[in-house]
């Protein structure tokens, strides 16, 4: 079982930057694959980036790429989401997603506003 916070969002002008903590509990944090995804009102939630166990494989959407950073560090059971130049249409909730095999675990979501 692992259970998921997150924290850091909040309200940011367009061009500025945010980060995003989610910390995990469970001794087998550094076995999960971990994520971010975002949810804009009336839209599906979507993918936002992930990186792999050992942090050696990492995956962005083409919409973040270039100013969103996802990293973890296992000693911290913790993944961070650095997001710079930032866009209103980045305002979402986002939600942090650990991922092992078919299990998957999510956190309560923070919000983003991002405005013009």
């Known amino acids: 079982q692992v259970q998921l916070v997150e924290s850091g969002g909040g309200l940011v002008q367009a061009g500025g930057p945010l980060r995003l903590s989610c910390a995990a509990s469970?001794?087998?944090?550094?076995?999960?694959?971990m994520g971010w995804f975002r949810q804009a009102p009336g839209k599906e939630r979507e993918f936002v980036a992930a990186?792999?166990?050992?942090?050696?494989?990492?995956y962005y959407a083409d919409s973040v790429k270039g100013r969103f950073t996802i990293s973890r560090d296992n000693a911290k059971n913790t993944v961070y989401l650095q997001m710079n130049s930032l866009k209103p249409e980045d305002t979402a909730v986002y939600y942090c997603?650990?991922?092992?095999?078919?299990?998957?675990?999510w956190g309560q979501g923070t919000q983003v506003i991002v405005s013009s």
């Open positions: 990186i792999s166990w050992s942090g050696g494989s990492i």
């Open positions: 997603n650990a991922h092992y095999g078919t299990t998957d675990y």
């Open positions: 469970g001794r087998t944090f550094s076995t999960y694959r």
